[in-house]
């Protein structure tokens, strides 16, 4: 059973996409940089650092980790996804709870990747190599058992490029969020606000301003 706290889930997504509004006002607009302004130091480096691609075919900026997310460090994702978020809420005073914003949930089944790059360089390093979405745009993660998943907010101006790295993803590891919950529907995921349960239609009536 998964199990989605809604009110962290919108509280946390609102966050996000104030963070990623206000880094992208900055005008880099590059897909593998624009959203991975949060880079803290990992053994005395930078965890992610760029790669210019320039093979006759395509022509990108590639994502390297100084760490390996999965099979060297398997819960640096847990440690990022905290030190992100507690970064958001310390340059973020306020958010605008009417605001609303243009993009769309990408859902990320991190540890399902077979790192074959195909995502990566079909969205131009704004899906890395891992097949997991610029730590900028984390809101939630579940990463007990499995799939580890990873719930991110994809600015409109990223969405085709996201929309190609799920096409050609070998494995199907990345969906879009209302794709994800009409697959796994009622009887995988349970809703829970302020200690009741919230029902799945609710939910989904919700997601789609109904």
């Given at each position: 059973?998964?199990?989605?706290?809604?009110e962290?889930?919108?509280?946390n997504?609102?966050?996000?996409?104030?963070?990623?509004?206000?880094?992208?006002?900055?005008?880099?607009?590059?897909?593998?940089?624009?959203?991975?302004?949060?880079?803290?130091?990992?053994?005395?480096?930078?965890?992610?650092?760029?790669?210019?691609?320039?093979c006759?075919?395509?022509?990108?900026?590639s994502?390297?980790?100084?760490?390996?997310?999965?099979?060297?460090?398997?819960?640096?994702?847990?440690?990022?996804?905290?030190?992100?978020?507690?970064?958001?809420?310390?340059?973020?005073?306020?958010?605008?709870?009417?605001?609303?914003?243009?993009?769309?949930?990408?859902?990320?089944?991190?540890?399902?990747?077979?790192?074959?790059?195909?995502?990566?360089?079909?969205s131009?390093g704004?899906?890395?190599?891992?097949?997991?979405?610029?730590?900028?745009?984390?809101?939630?993660?579940?990463?007990?058992?499995?799939?580890?998943?990873?719930?991110?907010?994809?600015?409109?101006?990223?969405?085709?490029?996201?929309?190609?790295?799920?096409?050609?993803?070998?494995?199907?590891?990345?969906?879009?969020?209302?794709d994800?919950?009409?697959?796994?529907?009622?009887?995988?995921?349970?809703?829970?606000?302020?200690?009741?349960?919230?029902?799945?239609?609710?939910?989904?009536?919700?997601?789609?301003?109904?």
């Amino acid at each position: 059973m998964i199990e989605i706290y809604d009110e962290i889930f919108h509280k946390n997504l609102l966050l996000t996409q104030t963070y990623c509004e206000l880094q992208l006002k900055n005008g880099d607009n590059d897909a593998a940089t624009a959203l991975r302004t949060f880079n803290p130091v990992y053994n005395d480096e930078k965890l992610f650092s760029y790669e210019e691609d320039n093979c006759a075919e395509y022509n990108f900026t590639s994502v390297q980790w100084s760490s390996e997310p999965l099979w060297r460090n398997p819960w640096l994702y847990e440690e990022l996804f905290e030190k992100q978020l507690a970064h958001k809420r310390a340059l973020i005073e306020s958010v605008d709870n009417n605001k609303k914003f243009e993009g769309r949930i990408l859902v990320a089944e991190i540890d399902l990747t077979v790192v074959d790059g195909a995502s990566e360089v079909e969205s131009k390093g704004f899906i890395d190599v891992n097949d997991c979405p610029p730590i900028d745009t984390w809101f939630y993660k579940i990463l007990e058992g499995s799939p580890w998943i990873f719930f991110a907010w994809i600015p409109l101006q990223f969405v085709e490029l996201a929309d190609n790295a799920i096409a050609v993803n070998c494995v199907g590891c990345m969906s879009w969020y209302e794709d994800w919950l009409l697959r796994e529907k009622t009887s995988t995921i349970k809703f829970t606000k302020a200690g009741s349960k919230t029902s799945f239609l609710k939910h989904i009536n919700k997601l789609f301003g109904k």
